[in-house]
């Protein structure tokens, strides 16, 4: 999931985000020097970033895990606090979910760092951020997909869409390539010969068989153009978050594995003990069932088991 850096800038700032905003009081009592200068010792390991003493050695984590997010996901932070109720404690981890509105700040925090992981994007994603950056990221392997459907106001089928329709797809390129993958395998356009499917651009159709028009929306906008368009074409948990109903997701297949969502850390960190930590509670085999399975109202539907292809 997620758009490039150059358009995925999104201004929401999530309630949960806590950057040095919190504010404490210390109550010092007037009593002996020597308790005084343990309480501004433990104040300053805790402000400063020392350690805690559940960290582990030669660790730059302790056993609480924070975990970036993108913001508006509330399917991600479903998925975040299921880890943390039902497997991170059999780890002995708590994990603490940090929705991040922006997507340079996210994976710069993470490559730094300042969190342990992300879970907001997939391969392709990822290797356009690493591309304009330089940032040091590295993916730990997939942990869910992202259920990506074309929704419609207008038609309820696909097959409705006259020629000369509008469709509006999201503007960054892997997520653009994905939906003209999805209408490549609902029979709708063909690509060049040679196209990857993963990497296809609107110049990239030999053959637009439906006859769309296709029009380019920022990332989370989908809900808000529908009624302008005639579909659009983006992540399934955009529209529930807007209210959108069911009954206006109009074609839904299956996504493919190559835009599943991944575990990223910076790649400094790959050889941290808490960091194999982290992939036990990530990989663990309870994860992938319960996403198959789970009636969660914030996962169903939006985030489903790495398939198999």
């Given at each position: 999931?997620?758009?490039?850096?150059?358009?995925?800038?999104?201004?929401?700032?999530?309630?949960?985000?806590?950057?040095?905003?919190?504010?404490?009081?210390?109550?010092?009592?007037?009593?002996?020097?020597?308790?005084?200068?343990?309480?501004?010792?433990?104040?300053?390991?805790?402000?400063?970033?020392?350690?805690?003493?559940?960290?582990?050695?030669?660790?730059?984590?302790?056993?609480?895990?924070?975990?970036?997010?993108?913001?508006?996901?509330?399917?991600?932070?479903a998925f975040l606090e299921?880890?943390?109720?039902?497997?991170?404690?059999?780890?002995?981890?708590?994990?603490?979910?940090?929705?991040?509105?922006?997507?340079?700040?996210?994976?710069?925090?993470?490559?730094?760092?300042?969190?342990?992981?992300?879970?907001?994007?997939?391969?392709?994603?990822?290797?356009?951020?690493?591309?304009?950056?330089?940032?040091?990221?590295?993916?730990?392997?997939?942990?869910?997909?992202?259920?990506?459907?074309?929704?419609?106001?207008?038609?309820?089928?696909?097959?409705?869409?006259?020629?000369?329709?509008?469709?509006?797809?999201?503007?960054?390129?892997?997520?653009?390539?994905?939906?003209?993958?999805?209408?490549?395998?609902?029979?709708?356009?063909?690509?060049?010969?040679?196209?990857?499917?993963?990497?296809?651009?609107?110049?990239?159709?030999?053959?637009?068989?439906?006859?769309?028009?296709?029009?380019?929306?920022?990332?989370?906008?989908?809900?808000?153009?529908?009624?302008?368009?005639?579909?659009?074409?983006?992540?399934?948990?955009?529209?529930?978050?807007?209210?959108?109903?069911?009954?206006?997701?109009i074609y839904a297949p299956?996504?493919?594995?190559?835009?599943?969502?991944?575990?990223?850390?910076?790649?400094?960190?790959?050889?941290?003990?808490?960091?194999?930590?982290?992939?036990?509670?990530?990989?663990?085999p309870r994860v992938q069932?319960?996403?198959?399975?789970?009636?969660?109202?914030?996962?169903?539907?939006?985030?489903?088991?790495?398939?198999?292809?």
């Amino acid at each position: 999931m997620s758009s490039s850096t150059d358009t995925t800038a999104r201004n929401a700032q999530p309630d949960d985000i806590r950057l040095g905003s919190s504010r404490r009081r210390w109550l010092i009592p007037a009593i002996t020097g020597a308790i005084v200068v343990a309480v501004v010792a433990v104040v300053a390991v805790r402000f400063l970033g020392g350690s805690d003493e559940k960290a582990v050695a030669g660790s730059a984590f302790s056993n609480d895990f924070s975990i970036a997010y993108e913001a508006d996901s509330g399917s991600e932070r479903a998925f975040l606090e299921y880890l943390d109720q039902e497997i991170a404690p059999d780890y002995g981890i708590s994990i603490e979910p940090v929705g991040i509105g922006d997507g340079n700040q996210l994976d710069q925090a993470t490559a730094d760092g300042k969190y342990i992981a992300n879970i907001y994007q997939h391969k392709h994603w990822l290797s356009q951020v690493v591309d304009k950056t330089g940032w040091d990221l590295k993916a730990l392997g997939p942990v869910f997909q992202w259920s990506y459907s074309v929704y419609s106001q207008k038609y309820d089928d696909l097959d409705q869409i006259p020629s000369g329709g509008t469709i509006a797809l999201l503007n960054d390129p892997a997520n653009t390539a994905q939906a003209l993958w999805l209408l490549e395998r609902a029979g709708k356009l063909t690509f060049k010969d040679g196209v990857d499917p993963w990497e296809a651009t609107v110049d990239d159709i030999d053959q637009n068989t439906g006859g769309y028009k296709f029009t380019f929306i920022d990332y989370g906008a989908g809900p808000r153009v529908l009624p302008e368009v005639d579909a659009v074409i983006a992540y399934n948990m955009q529209f529930i978050s807007a209210g959108v109903p069911d009954s206006e997701k109009i074609y839904a297949p299956p996504a493919p594995l190559e835009f599943a969502g991944q575990l990223v850390v910076g790649g400094e960190y790959l050889d941290d003990p808490q960091v194999a930590k982290l992939q036990k509670i990530f990989f663990d085999p309870r994860v992938q069932k319960y996403l198959a399975t789970t009636d969660n109202p914030d996962l169903k539907n939006q985030l489903s088991p790495v398939s198999d292809s």
